[in-house]
């Protein structure tokens, strides 16, 4: 163990999480908004990673120029399953079901994935993905510092979006209570269509990163997923700054350990702090004290 | 006599699985049958719990792997030797599964719904990685149970009643749950849990234990897995699907009913089974799965049982309407044909 | 409660009947479905392979070498005058599939034979179920110590014992003269049962020559992101790194990691993936590969005829290079030669006296080297080879003194030179 490992450690949190934050924020603006917890949000990711794959290889499209594509894609693809499956779930067990509903979307793109592009793990490739800066003597990869500053630049936006817009004003009340949001006359379906759509937005360029920084195939969406989830609950669901925070403390505590005592510990040390953080507050770190039982 | 015209659609289920492996006795089926068997006593057992009290539980698999690990240490640290003795251990395997929920179940349930999903998830991996990396589980090699040695054609059927007992056991004490005081409590819960508490329902002391209860027959399935595979690996007793699809077999059978996770569960997996070794291409499986699946949700919202039963009771309605009608219009004008054409 | 008791009771007498009667039942089976092959009718083979989930690639590898000895020795008139059909089936790299279907494939589907799945977390299991039927279970992927503790006699591993793999290395490594001779080695294996046995096996000799242990850690097996961990190798700046990857993921992912860091390390040698030919090309770049070591029975330039012979039908029949074809291939290839040669020594299909006959101490030629079983059914006469990628081409540069073997390329060039 020695200053640079725990530094290099530090760097790794900071970079990747922020992009696994960048990939949680859909699933914790979807929930906020719609109390919909939507599975799919892993195998989203894979797909953006395939589209992104898809234009590189036949096309020789540019990983960041491919974004421009990508990303309106999967707003396109996030507002068809809302409106298509999502949309029609009603009564008082709907976050029950969208589990079960987002569930099965997941198994038809995994499947469709996997027939398309078989089993085989594949990696985005780019002049810049090998390739690294130094400072110090840490180093810098290009494609983890652009991955980093997208994730910022994307949740900047977003968060901008939520708080200096009109679109922000409803969703925040629809986040506060559907309700009454419906009642001062805000389109609750509307706000909760787009909502879904930027949620599976982000993962193009959350996807696109993963692509290129690990070897990915279909099923690389169980991983993600769960990484995810408890993302947003560590965070405090609806929260993007707790998703922000969550993610780089999840990478963080993972490599912490890995440096100091062992890897194969990093993945238990993260959830025994999950676990504790909830068991002092429920609501996650960001998250806003749940009034109803939810 | 009352008692079993009552219950005449459980006894002749029963019967019929009872009677399953002497009829096909063919051991490809009788082994599908020991795997629903397995996942019909641990879906039970889940919905005893997250059916009727509303908190889903997504780290079952921990009771599994717990009961998996307690058959193959005791039988290897005691020496059992290779015969049905080895069954002997099976309910312990239960009472120490039941014995780990008591302090996860004091732990996650200190919070509400949604936070506890992701708490017994990452219990979950918690367990996993534990088993994993520590020495006294032989880590990622597992751990291999005594080499039973009975003969191919009926090797099958003793695990296959071991399954069965742990079904019938599971139900009935579901059965009888439901139908309690403390039933009634977690039923009160799931309904809105702030009322219960409010009623003088003592819902934490209420949740641990239905918790805590559930955990019992998802141990001894998972002692009778070990038995049965031979051979357990940490990633397959403690498995993450194992819990999506305990989960996911309730809710299409019908969540919080008694006949819908055994229905759930043996459909599901002897579907999965059965298809995957008979067609082998997994992609294309997925796709009928994921899309059989979506259209189970989207048209039968609660679960298959609870929607053929309302099917059958608006049937058994308007039987009931035709016959009134019958009834006023006899004597018929016109004579039947021939009689045996005569139905209602 | 008391039903439960009176069922045990009578289950343990049953069992205990069993068990006596345990060895003539066997035998009769095995009986039931040996040489009393009709003329003319087909001789059948049950495989269980993952052509999907976490095993499917190396399984349609599999499935390759299979239909690739089935072609051939049907082309050479079948076994005995029965043409060879092949009946596989997937597992889904499922466990619990993997038992239900070599019951399937024994009792409903009637196989002949029977051939091993890939992984040696699945080939235990399959065992278990075919010794039942008293089937012979010959495989080429399954070669975890932990699978042969439990002393199954019909099991068959044609391949290397993994314990033994990382040898010749460790030889060339402490051969060297003092002044090349590295002074820093790192070790990093995914915590699989395949990868950690060899990685540890070597450790004991290389610190007796006086080569430092400056990292040594075990890594997660299910982890996909190697980013800190490669990191943190990278900042111990080993001149050896010995990684115990099981595919070309792993092993890509800690390449990348090493060049985005600048560590060069003088040798590298990896447990599993880059001896996937063309695929570990295509995921590390054709410049990163240079010097890249790894263990194996055998490559595609083997001048073994039988692996040439091999090799030149994969070729015709897959396309590629010989470089590219996948050891899975030759694995399961083997497999179906040494089947194939107890089938004729013992002139049926009589799994019996196969197994008998494979326990003999025979020692029988494959196109992946020699084969010779000791009674845990382990390989004890392989050779052990390590391969590396010098260029775009795959070759041997170990044991020593062998004609085929080439100069080892040391140290290793530069990343992407």
Known sequence: MNATALLSAAKDGILTGAVYALMASGLTLIFGVMDIINLAQGTFVVLAAYLSYALQVHWHIDLFVGLLITTPAMFIIGVVIERVFIARLKGPDRTGMSILVTYAVWLLIEGTLDLVFSSNDVQLQGWYVPKSFTIGAIHFGYIYVAGFLLAALLLGALYFMLYRTRFGVSVRASLADQTSAALVGIDVKRVSTITFGLGAAVTAAGGMIYGATNAFNASSSYDLISRLLTIIVLGGMGSLGGALLAGIVMVFIGDMVGVIWSPIWSTTAYFVVLVLVLLWRPQGLFGKVQARVA | MKLLSKNLGWVVFFAALALFPLVVTNPFYTSIGVYALLFMASATSWNMFSGYSGYIALGSAVFFGVGAYTEALLALHWHVPANGNLFWLVPLGGIIATAFAVPIGWISLRVRRHTFVVITIAVFFIFQLSAINFSFTGGSSGLALPYITWSAADFNNPFYYAGLILVVFITLVSAFVRRSRFGLQLLAIRDDEDRAMGLGVQVTAIKITGFTMSAFAIGCAGAIYALFQGQIYPQFVFDPTFDVSVALMVFLGGIGTLAGPLLGALVLESAQQYLTATYSNNSLYLLLFGGLFLIVIMFMPQGVVPFVRDKLTKRTDLERAAVAANDVSSPSPVAPSTPTEVTA | MKRRRGFLRVLSLSSVATASVLTAVVSSNAGASSGGLAKGAPVKIGISLSLSGDFSADGQAFQQGYELWANDINKAGGLLGHKVQLDIVSDASSPTQVVT?????????????????????????????????????????????????????????????????????????????????????????????????????????????????????????????????????????????????????????????????????????????????????????????????????????????????????????????????????????????????????????????????????????????????????????????????????????????????????????????
């Open chain 3, 101 to 417: 279907n070599y019951q399937k494939l024994i009792s409903v589907n009637h196989d002949n034979l029977t051939f091993g799945p890939f992984s040696s977390l699945l080939s235990l299991p399959a065992a278990k179920a075919a010794a039942r039927y008293g089937y012979a279970l010959i495989e080429g992927a399954g070669g975890a110590p932990s699978v042969f503790q439990v002393g199954l006699h019909n099991l068959f591993d044609v391949s290397l014992p993994v314990a033994g793999d990382l040898l010749p290395f460790a030889k060339w490594v402490t051969s060297l003269p003092k002044a090349q001779r590295p002074k820093t080695v790192a070790y990093v294996t995914s915590n699989d049962p395949f990868t950690e046995p060899q990685v540890t096996s070597i450790q004991g000799m290389l610190s007796k020559a006086g080569i430092k242990t400056v990292f040594n850690k075990v890594f997660p097996a299910e982890v996909t992101d190697y980013t800190s961990i490669a990191d943190s190798v990278a900042a111990a700046k080993a001149d050896v790194v010995v990684l115990g990857s099981v595919d070309v993921p792993t092993v890509s992912s800690f390449m990348q990691a090493f060049e985005q860091s600048g560590y060069n390390p003088k040798a590298m040698i990896a447990t599993g993936g880059p001896d996937q030919g063309t695929t570990f090309l295509k995921a590390v770049g054709a410049k990163n590969a240079d010097g890249v070591m790894v263990p194996n029975a055998w490559y595609g330039a083997s001048a073994n005829p039988l692996s040439k012979k091999m090799v030149a039908e994969y070729i015709k029949k897959y396309g590629g290079t010989a470089a590219g074809v996948s050891s899975d291939v030759v694995e399961a290839y083997s497999v179906g030669e040494v089947m194939a040669a107890a089938v004729k020594a013992t002139g049926g299909f009589n799994n019996a006296a196969i197994i008998k006959y494979l326990h003999s101490n025979v020692t029988l030629m494959t196109a992946q080297g020699t084969v010779k079983f000791n009674n845990l059914g382990e390989n004890v006469n392989p050779t052990a080879f390590t391969f590396q990628w010098q260029g775009t081409k795959f070759l041997q540069v170990n044991p020593i003194g062998d004609p085929n073997t080439v100069k080892i390329l040391y140290p290793k060039p530069v990343w992407g030179k």
